[in-house]
């Protein structure tokens, strides 16, 4: 069975300063990894995807990240973090080519950037 | 519609009473997902309905909990005797079928159980 690691519950970063969230996976054969943002009293928007291709993947207002098999890994960064940025973060995974396989999600990581 | 309906946004009950809460995905997409977002929990898997087939039912926490999908569109989630560790926010998304991956949430259904 598939899981998602998530190790902090918050992240607390200067605005202007870069910014990590971590997530690690575990999942039979090739992953297919997901981040997504929650904002306050909103649902889950999708920031990004990996599927194959470039470890490096870039999304949604100015997020990347980067996949590490050897590491089974695949952390959401930012160089330059804005105030706005504040919200929830989700890391998800699923087996790859596996039809409709429910997405697992981490407990979700905090993000506070402060002004 | 454009998004992904969900209602109502909030919903408080007493210990005990049953709870309906509706999801409308998007129009013409197949596959719906119900999630549940407990407080330190993350999102937990509950039930995914595609087109005609029977649904996966493995996330279903209790046979309290059920769910269906009239004509492959609108979902209704209930929980029977709801119970203080039933309050969550219940999140419903869609996507447009099998091989799709992309999933679209609605805003959620917050539900307070006293």
């Known amino acids: 069975a598939q899981s998602v690691a998530q190790p902090e519950d918050q992240v607390n970063v200067a605005e202007g300063n870069p910014l990590t969230v971590k997530c690690t996976y575990s999942?039979?054969?090739?992953?297919?990894l997901f981040w997504y943002v929650q904002y306050p009293n909103r649902g889950l928007q999708f920031l990004l995807k990996?599927?194959?291709?470039?470890?490096l993947v870039k999304g949604s207002y100015g997020f990347e990240a980067e996949f590490n098999k050897s590491q089974t890994s695949f952390h959401l960064k930012k160089p330059s973090a804005l105030v706005s940025d504040s919200a929830l973060y989700f890391c998800?995974?699923?087996?790859?080519?596996?039809?409709?396989?429910?997405?697992?999600f981490g407990k979700g990581t905090r993000l506070s950037v402060i002004a | 519609g454009a998004g992904v309906s969900q209602s109502p946004s909030n919903k408080v009950t007493e210990k005990g009473k049953d709870v309906e809460l509706r999801c409308d995905p998007i129009?013409?997409?197949?596959?719906l997902y119900w999630y549940r977002q407990s407080l330190g929990q993350g999102l937990e898997f509950l039930i995914y309905?595609?087109?005609?087939?029977?649904?996966?039912k493995s996330g279903l926490p209790s046979d309290r909990f059920s769910a269906e999908r009239t004509g492959g569109s609108v979902s209704t989630l209930t929980i029977q005797r709801t119970q203080q560790e039933d309050s969550a926010v219940y999140l419903c998304?869609?996507?447009?079928?099998?091989?799709?991956?992309?999933?679209?949430f609605g805003a959620g259904s917050r539900l307070t159980v006293l």
């Open positions: 999942v039979s054969g090739n992953p297919y």
């Open positions: 309905f595609q087109g005609n087939s029977a649904p996966d």
């Open positions: 998304a869609s996507s447009l079928g099998v091989g799709s991956i992309d999933l679209t």
């Open positions: 998800a995974v699923r087996p790859g080519n596996s039809g409709n396989t429910p997405l697992v």
């Open positions: 129009s013409g997409h197949t596959a």
């Open positions: 990996y599927i194959t291709g470039d470890n």
